[in-house]
């Protein structure tokens, strides 16, 4: 049931940087709701990682930033660890369904 | 800081209902904030399954919302999810998240696995 449709994969070497987009519509991105990223780790729950489109809660390292444009957001990760190895997810307000809605997920390898 | 502990049977059979509590310790069940639910299932994304305010309120996910109840328990600082006729599609891992003005989750529990078979 996902409305916000993210690239399966990205990888890049140590170091690189790498950018995950998230496209939705006029019911969520497009209509002004903004937009939230979470990291999964293997095996662990969803943690929050951006949130307000570009806010770094206390702990998250600035390697990590995020933007919103019209109907789709980014999410930036310079400086890639090997530690960054993880699922993404983004995650808005659907105005139609009235509800939460995720992104479909990506899985960042460290190659 | 507020932490989130998911306790529930992790098999249930088809037809039967799922149900979950979450523990709330570090704060408040009646703050200013709502209480949801989130599911997952094996190998897949995130769902949103529905949400509640401590006052009772509570807002569901429409393609759930005929078999999920949401409810609040303040003497215990907990909340409860119960999934009726379940299927397989059902099995996940079932986490609990507290509800952020600016409509984010944060903090998450842990997460519990649900299976559904026979």
């Known amino acids: 049931q996902s409305v916000l449709t993210q690239p399966p994969s990205v990888s890049g070497a140590p170091g690189q940087r790498v950018t995950i987009s998230c496209t939705g519509s006029?019911?969520?991105?497009?209509?002004?709701?903004?937009v939230h990223w979470y990291q999964q780790l293997p095996g662990t729950a969803p943690k929050l990682l951006i949130y307000?489109?570009?806010n770094r809660p206390s702990g998250v390292p600035d390697r990590f930033s995020g933007s919103k444009s019209g109907t789709s957001a980014s999410l930036a990760i310079t400086g890639l660890q090997a530690e960054d190895e993880a699922d993404y997810y983004c995650?808005?307000?659907?105005?139609?369904?009235?509800?939460?809605?995720f992104g479909t997920g990506t899985k960042v390898t460290v190659l | 800081q507020v932490q989130l502990q998911e306790s529930g049977p992790g098999l249930v059979k088809p037809s039967g209902t799922l149900s979950l509590t979450c523990a709330v310790s570090?704060?408040?069940?009646?703050?200013?904030?709502?209480w949801s639910w989130v599911r997952q299932p094996p190998g897949k994304g995130l769902e949103w399954i529905g949400e509640?305010?401590?006052?009772?309120?509570?807002n569901y996910n429409p393609s759930l919302k005929s078999r999920v109840t949401i409810s609040v328990d303040k003497s215990k600082n907990q909340f409860s999810l119960k999934l009726s006729s379940v299927t397989a599609a059902d099995t996940a891992v079932y986490y609990c998240?507290?509800?952020?003005?600016?409509?984010?989750?944060?903090?998450w529990g842990q997460g519990t696995p649900v299976t559904v078979s026979s």
């Open positions: 307000g489109n570009s």
């Open positions: 570090g704060g408040s069940i009646s703050s200013s904030n709502w």
């Open positions: 995650q808005s307000y659907d105005s139609s369904l009235s509800g939460y809605v």
């Open positions: 006029s019911s969520n991105i497009g209509a002004a709701y903004d």
């Open positions: 998240a507290r509800w952020e003005t600016g409509n984010w989750f944060d903090p």
């Open positions: 509640i305010y401590h006052s009772g309120s509570t």
